[in-house]
């Protein structure tokens, strides 16, 4: 049959194959995202600070544990690589906000890591099966909610010990709460949709449509949530090291090198200045991915 | 709305007491004791100072006596602070933390909400973006880099105000730790704040006032700003319970006698009862807080209710 343009619209194969279909949501999304440039950039900025935090200790001329006699709070300069200056045991400090990063960032991902696959998991579970298991794992989740969580990670860290895995635990195993709320939520109106349904009527167990039907569809807030958590984790894990419970000498965090500026603020500035400068950094660029996201993911609020 | 309240108050007396076994227990089961400093002392003496503490005695006799006693709001002597009760340390440093959070609050809702609100009136402009900017600025920036900052600054280069210090709450030594504390929460509520006023502003019943003729300042007033603080009140509910808590660290970093200080040295020293003590006392307050933010919550949305019967 000749087509004649115009006589008919095209049906929705002829479109697609034009490429003039609506895109998925997904791909709606990444557009919207794609051109909101404060979020682009935070990427950039955000993959720059990651790959610099893993590159830069391994071929810096400075350990993070040399220290040098010579130069014992040396203000910034370019001479003798000490970039950012020394710190009172004369450790060259650019090398060790880099190295502090790997660890801060580490901590940020793989806490938020944790309390994804708890949240999720807990979440998804408690909406879809609903009634009395409902019931119980969400009064469970509102009993942790009245824990003084910050509390609770020092009693866990002081009594323990302060190992940097503990530390992780500690963090993610609180942080999930929030996580499971906003996925039941999810769930609840997800399992109502018509495919879930279907996967139901066609006899699918029930593990495979948790997995293949409901998670998938809840991803969107749970992202956007998951990049404010990560900067959340990575301040948490800084207000213990400020505080003598989380990473230890000779390791190091930014939380943990901002302390220790702190105590030489009137003396060398510095000490604080670039680890701080790093971590606000960092807050920035996630807090404007999430916000990108969010935007881009639920256009309704712009 | 009493289901509503009694099934709350079901959840909440539990939850305070789960909080206080789990407290209890790991404190008990953490290696290291509280005398371990003191470590010439002969093991007569030792056993006998552990004794005078029921330290002695089986763990679950231990947690009955803990219980009987601080139902009483009896917690013990303080092993560390020696000669004080733990209630009387208490009895110290929470008016300080309350004092500081109370006006840090106060100073953030009234910052946080007029830039909020202005932020909303003035979209897109660049008095918005200025707000929205500084809100950025006080999310990014932990506390434990602001006061620093705001010491070294105002305290030590101005030498307007005190470094440190509490000098029976002054407000001069008051200025910096409140300003450091209410920073973030500007932020977060001038964010809240404009969030909520975007929305209303575009609501149909706005549109109605606006076609009516109303003033731009009376529309504000009467019909944007009463719906739009509904998210304030979910916010304020747990952020005031935060009152208290939130102040740990400025508390370390201006040296300031309140309960905040006395936890972290409490749980470094493994001092049992100011720990549990403090525990408790937060515990309260932050269900206490949660309760009654529900309840006005549930109060102002019928939907809330619903969900409960």
Redesign the interface.
Known sequence: MASRPGALSPGPVTRALRGDIPASLWRQASRRFARNRAAMGSIVVLLLITVTSIAVPMFWPHGIEDASWEAILAPPSFADWHWFGTDANGRDLLVRVFYGGRISLAIGVLTTVVALLIGVTWGTVAGYLGGRIDGFMMRFVDILYALPLLFFIIILVTVFGRNIFLVFMAIGAVEWLTMSRIVRGQTLSVKAKEYVESAVAIGLPKPVILWRYIVPNVLGPVVVYVTLLIPTNIVVESYLSFLGLGVQEPLTSWGLLISQGAGQLDSAPWLIAFPATFLAVTMFCFNFIGDGLRDALDPRDR | MLNYTLRRLG??I???F??VTA?FF??R???GGPFDAEADLEPEVLENIRASYDLDKPLLTQYRLFLQRAVRGDFGPSLVYKDYSVTELIAIGLPVSIQLGLLAKLLALVLGCTGGIVAALRQNTTVDHAVMAMA??G????A??T???L??VFG?YLKLLPVAGWDDGAWRNLVLPVVALALPQVAVIARLMR?GM?EVLRASFVRTARARGLGEARIVTRHVLPTALIPLVGYLGPALAGIM?GS??IE??FNLPGVGRY??QG??N?DYPL?MG??IV??TF??LF?LLSDLAYAGLDPRVRKAYR
């Open positions: 959840i909440a539990p939850t305070l789960i909080i407290a790991l404190m089961l953490a290696p950025m600025t999310i990014a920036l932990p434990f880099v006061a620093p900052i010491a070294l030590l969030g975007l808590t740990l660290v370390l970093i936890f972290v749980a470094l493994r720990v403090i525990v937060y515990a932050i269900i949660n």
